[in-house]
């Protein structure tokens, strides 16, 4: 429960004497360096917090399916933009120009896979709910999936309970990247955690 702040000018060993010195002492601790998380245009929170592995598998079991059909970038993409969800435009000269995939609407997926439900709701309409709804969503009744939920908790707790779960990272603030890269290493059995550049 205590948080120490180690501090001193560039360049002055602060970083060296903290990994270099602390998981000898304790060799649980958790080390979270300054670089953001990172991810391609089709990375977003569902995916690189891993709750996209648990949702897909609950809707392979409540349909019947195969899981890859719930994935964007697998058999279920949308042929037009390969389950982007957007066309892009390169204008050479100019900055590319981005549009909604006029096929899908936005929503990444073939539209025989928005008929598969799982609790009343498609793949899509998951991707679009906040943290927080789908961590209601996602805690009880017919749509209790635990794997999904703890991930989510963790998310709430750092602050991201407005975030969607289809959000791409390229669209998120850094201080939003730290936290996601936080709430991802807060699974970790550690009694220590180490934070490199906070402000990053």
């Known amino acids: ?11 002055s060993g602060k970083s060296s004497l903290i990994q270099g010195s602390l998981p000898l002492a304790y060799p649980d601790t958790v080390i979270i360096d300054q670089t953001l998380a990172r991810g391609s245009r089709r ?3 569902a995916t690189y917090t891993g709750i996209l592995d648990s949702v897909r598998k609950a809707f392979a079991k409540a349909t019947g399916e195969d899981a890859a059909l719930f994935s964007a970038n697998s058999k279920g993409a949308c042929p037009d933009c390969n389950g982007l969800g957007v066309i892009y435009t390169d204008l050479g000269m100019m900055a590319g120009v981005t549009t909604t995939c006029e096929e899908c609407d936005g929503k990444r997926y073939q539209s ?3 008929d598969y439900r799982f609790a009343g709701r498609d793949i899509s309409e998951v991707l679009a709910m906040s943290v927080s709804d789908a961590k209601e969503f996602f805690g009880s009744g017919k749509a209790a999936t635990p794997a999904a939920h703890a991930i989510l908790e963790r998310l709430a707790d750092v602050g ?6 289809g959000q791409p990272l390229t669209t998120l603030s850094s201080g939003e990247r730290q936290r996601l890269k936080l709430a991802t290493h807060m699974d970790e059995k550690g009694g220590v955690y180490v934070l490199a550049e906070p402000t990053t």
């Open 1 to 11: 429960g205590v948080l120490t702040a180690v501090t001193g000018v560039a360049g």
């Open 112 to 114: 025989s896979v928005l």
């Open 43 to 45: 990375s977003n929170t």
């Open 160 to 165: 991201l309970g407005d975030l969607s779960l």
